[in-house]
C-alpha cells in the first residue's frame, strides 16, 4: 500500500479496479481547509487520462507491472506470436492487444510483453530499430537547402518521412516512440 503523500511520478496504483500509472502529481495547501494531492494518472490498459483528487492520507494499492523479453515471431492474421526466449514456451495476442506496436518491428526482433496479474495488457518495441527502405521517390538535387521530407515506405510496410537524400535500398534508424526518421546506418 502507498499513500498519497507518498506519490510519485512513475508510480503504478490499483484505484477503482484499474492499474494507473501517475504522470503528474501536486501537494496542494490551501489556506483553509485539508491539504491534498492533485495527480494525472494514465490506465495503463487503454491509454485514458483522468485526473483525480486524493487525501494525503488515503491508501491505494501498489500495482506491480511485469515486463518480459520476448521474441516476435511472426504474424497469422489478426494474431501475433511471441515467443520467450528463456523457455521456448510460446504466446499468441491478438490485434487489440498489440495495437500499432509492432509496425516497426521485423520478426525475430526482441519485445517486452507488459502485464499486469498475468494479463497482458501492452507490447512494448525497442526504442530504436534499423529498418531498410522499400520505397521511396528519388529526391531532386538542388533541392536540399529547405529541410525538406519525403515520405518512405520501410520493410515493414510502414511509412515514415525521411529527408530527400535516403533512397530506396538504404537502412535508416528510426525512433518508435515518435515514428520519426533519426540517421542512416
Request: proline residues 4%; aromatic residues 10%; negative net charge.
Amino acid at each position: 500500500m502507498i499513500s498519497a503523500g507518498d506519490f510519485r511520478n512513475g508510480v503504478t496504483i490499483e484505484y477503482e479496479d484499474n492499474v494507473y500509472q501517475i504522470i503528474e502529481f501536486q501537494h496542494v495547501k490551501p489556506g483553509k481547509g485539508a491539504a491534498f494531492v492533485r495527480t494525472k494518472l494514465k490506465n495503463v490498459k487503454n491509454g485514458g487520462v483522468v485526473e483525480k483528487t486524493f487525501r494525503p492520507t488515503e491508501k491505494c494499492p501498489q500495482a506491480r507491472i511485469d515486463r518480459k523479453d520476448m521474441q516476435y515471431l511472426y504474424a497469422d492474421g489478426d494474431i501475433y506470436y511471441f515467443m520467450d526466449v528463456e523457455t521456448y514456451d510460446q504466446t499468441g495476442l491478438n490485434s487489440d492487444t498489440i495495437g500499432d506496436a509492432l509496425k516497426f518491428v521485423k520478426e525475430n526482433e526482441m519485445v517486452k510483453i507488459c502485464s499486469h496479474n498475468g494479463n497482458v495488457f501492452a507490447v512494448e518495441p525497442p526504442l530504436f530499430v534499423e529498418l531498410e527502405i522499400s520505397d521511396t521517390e528519388p529526391g531532386i538535387k538542388g533541392d536540399t537547402a529547405t529541410g525538406a521530407t519525403k515520405p518512405a515506405t520501410v520493410e515493414t510496410g510502414a511509412t515514415v518521412m525521411v529527408p530527400l537524400f535516403v533512397n530506396t535500398g538504404d537502412k535508416i534508424k528510426i525512433d518508435t516512440r515518435t515514428g520519426e526518421y533519426l540517421s542512416r546506418v
